[in-house]
């Protein structure tokens, strides 16, 4: 089965502009979480959908940033406007049940810049 | 509060020795999982091993196996005949039963050298 797969792989942006980053889970699996990784810190959690609803965001950093999901498949993260403390890597994974720790496959992540 | 702490940012091995990569976490709960996953470079994130704390023997998969010591609260990662494609960033990681949030470390950079 195909992976979780993570858009774009890199990106370089300015501070104050707008970047989207995407995440298409494992086919079927409801969960889907998004994780973030600040250069030389632990990943931490950003938030978690089941389908199309918000079910944890409680590690949204701001509200700079704005997750969507339509239609319970792929999702989106939005960071509007950029700031320099938003570069890291956002990791994204996905699983079938919410309470099954063996069952989560990351993606590769996306390694944002911000300049 | 759950802490996950990696003392060891980076460290290199020969290729066919052992490394041991070190882990301690904090916290008040009895039961709960504990993780190592790996990323190689530009690659997804893997599960390499896992751990349930109710359990007493140490967790082995193939050259990998951990040193759970649960009144440490220390938790390390063993990989045997090391080989080149273990290169990869190595995070230690912590959950609860019946949540779904994983608590991580800071992470170790293993590189493997011939």
């Known amino acids: 089965e195909a992976g979780v797969t993570q858009f774009p792989s890199h990106s370089v942006i300015e501070k104050g502009q707008t970047v989207t980053l995407r995440c298409d889970p494992i086919s079927g699996h409801d969960n889907l979480y998004w994780y973030r990784r600040v250069m030389g810190k632990e990943i931490k959690f950003l938030l978690h959908?089941?389908?199309?609803?918000?079910?944890?965001e409680s590690g949204m950093p701001n509200n700079r940033f704005l997750a969507e999901r339509t239609g319970g498949t792929y999702s989106t993260l939005k960071v509007q406007p950029a700031e320099l403390e938003d570069s890291g890597v956002y990791f994204c994974a996905s699983s079938q049940a919410a309470v099954a720790p063996w069952g989560y496959t990351f993606g590769s992540g996306t390694r944002l810049t911000v300049v | 509060a759950q802490t996950v702490t990696q003392s060891q940012p980076e460290m290199s091995v020969q290729e066919a020795e052992t490394v041991t990569l070190s882990c301690t976490y904090d916290?008040?709960?009895?039961?709960?999982?504990l993780f190592w996953y790996k990323q190689p470079p530009s690659r997804q994130m893997i599960l390499v091993i896992r751990q349930e704390a109710y359990k007493q023997q140490n967790a082995t998969e193939n050259r990998f196996s951990v040193n759970f010591q649960k009144a440490a609260k220390s938790f390390s990662l063993k990989i045997s005949d090391s080989q080149l494609g273990d290169t990869a960033m190595y995070f230690c990681?912590?959950?609860?039963?019946?949540?779904?949030?994983?608590?991580f470390g800071t992470g170790t950079r293993l590189k493997v050298l011939a």
């Open positions: 916290t008040s709960e009895n039961n709960y999982y």
């Open positions: 959908f089941v389908k199309e609803s918000k079910q944890d």
């Open positions: 990681a912590f959950m609860k039963p019946g949540t779904y949030k994983y608590i």
